[in-house]
Nanobody
């Protein structure tokens, strides 16, 4: 069984920064692709960014240039550095990880609120 623990969410003013973390623990052979998603009230969950084990990054147009995804494989942790935050970035942010030979796991979510 794999557990994901997210941290770093909170309330910030527009233009500010936050750094989200998501650490995976349990029986883990290797972590393949790691993801961050978000879901705003009344909207569908959307992909924010992903990073493969090789470091290939994909990010949504709406966050490109402001958000940076990274990972530390020694800690089985993925990060999302969020700069120049906007009110429209307000959402619950979820991490998802692909555990080799096991499957996909979702974190419980962390609230990010950006005030104008």
């Amino acid at each position: 069984q794999v557990q994901l623990v997210e941290s770093g969410g909170g309330l910030v003013q527009a233009g500010g920064s936050l750094r989200l973390s998501c650490a995976a623990s349990g029986v883990i052979v290797n972590v393949d692709t790691m993801y961050w998603y978000r879901q705003a009230p009344g909207k569908q969950r959307e992909l924010v960014a992903s990073i493969t084990r090789r470091g290939n990054i994909n990010s949504a147009d709406s966050v490109r240039g402001r958000f940076t995804i990274s990972r530390d494989d020694a800690k089985n942790t993925v990060y999302l550095q969020m700069n120049s935050l906007k009110p429209e970035d307000t959402a619950v942010y979820y991490c998802k990880v692909d555990i080799r030979y096991d499957g996909m796991y979702w974190g419980p979510g962390t609230q990010v609120t950006v005030s104008s």
